[in-house]
């Protein structure tokens, strides 16, 4: 799929629906996702996970979310849209402001 067309806030938005998916098929959990102020929440398990994607390997995302990004959320889900399928971190948020997101490939029991 070709992603660079998109707007960041309809990328944002697609890579929060294949998170939403992806953890369907993924966990045993009920699944939630909805908009709050041009981001995405999602929730996994009763426990809340912001979500951002990127289309181009050198995009913010999988390098670092900010406070703002990860206030009150239990994990940070980057899609990753750089490849042929999607990635998915699901990564701790004192992960993201440090940067070490790439540790967290496909981690989806954080929401057992």
């Known amino acids: 799929m070709d992603f660079a067309h998109l707007s960041n806030d309809r990328l944002n938005e697609t890579g929060a629906y ?19 102020d041009r981001r995405w929440l999602l929730t996994v398990n009763g426990k809340k996970a912001r979500v951002f994607a990127r289309r181009f390997p050198t995009e913010r995302p999988l390098r670092r979310a900010t406070d703002q990004d990860v206030d009150g959320v239990h994990a940070v889900i980057f899609v990753d849209l750089t490849t042929s399928s999607p990635g998915f971190y ?5 992960h993201t402001t440090a940067g070490l997101v790439e540790q967290h490939r496909d981690e989806w029991e954080r929401f057992d």
Do not use: F, G, M, Q
């Not at 294949?18 to 709050?36: G, N, P, W």
């Open 90 to 94: 699901v990564a701790p948020p004192e």
């Open 18 to 36: 294949l998170a939403a998916a992806e953890a369907a098929c993924r966990t045993r959990h009920t699944i939630s996702l909805k908009a709050d």
